[in-house]
């Protein structure tokens, strides 16, 4: 048995007479190595993919910017996890998101007695609270006694206390709280803008 012998036909010549250099070149390339014809495709679908996936995105969520004013809670040593603190917590940081007022908190740490409260309500004074919410025995015991020195500074005491020209008492249960809270915390938005 003989074998033909193949080869190329003038189809093939003819086709190959019209190609430009660049193109014969890469019709050589991918018939001499298949592999380098499916990396170029791999490469350009990774390109693609990354292109769009970088348009797409969702932006990042932006940081909150807060204005130039803080109003602080001042609590007794149980902190945040008995009433009423646990609920004007909450409040305050409500209230904070939409007047962009920054809040925190303190917890009346030792002894709890006046004298010991006094110190940590002088502390968030100097620190920059222009509004003060105090709840428990011994932080609104303070605010009685101290107020005074901080004419400047607003109080608001939870549950009891004596009212003053900077002191509001406001009952604990109820819209009270959340109601003072939010007319102070506007006042402070209001004035730093």
């Given amino acids: 048995m003989s074998k033909k ?7 093939w010549r003819e086709s190959q007479s019209s190609m430009t250099t660049a193109q014969l070149a890469m019709r050589q390339t991918i018939v001499r190595h298949p592999w380098r014809a499916g990396t170029a495709a791999g490469i350009g679908l990774a390109a693609v993919t990354g292109l769009l996936a970088w348009a797409l995105w969702p932006e990042q969520p932006r940081q909150r910017e807060y204005l130039d004013a803080t109003a602080c809670l001042l609590t007794d040593n149980n902190g945040l996890t008995t009433a009423p603190a646990d609920s004007v917590w909450p ?3 409500d209230i904070s998101a939409t007047t962009l007022v920054r809040v925190q908190h303190q917890r009346t740490d030792g002894p709890q007695t006046t004298e010991n409260a006094t110190t940590h309500l002088a502390t968030l004074a100097y620190t920059g609270c222009q509004t003060i919410v105090a709840t428990g025995k011994a932080p609104i015991d303070a605010v009685t006694a101290r107020a005074g020195s901080y004419p400047k500074v607003t109080f608001i005491t939870v549950g009891s206390g004596t009212p003053a020209a900077n002191v509001q008492v406001v009952d604990a249960t109820g819209d009270a709280v959340r109601s003072a809270i939010t007319d102070q915390l506007t006042a402070l938005a209001e004035d730093a803008s």
């Fill in 5 to 11: 012998s193949v080869s190329a036909g003038p189809k």
């Fill in 91 to 93: 409040t305050m940081q």
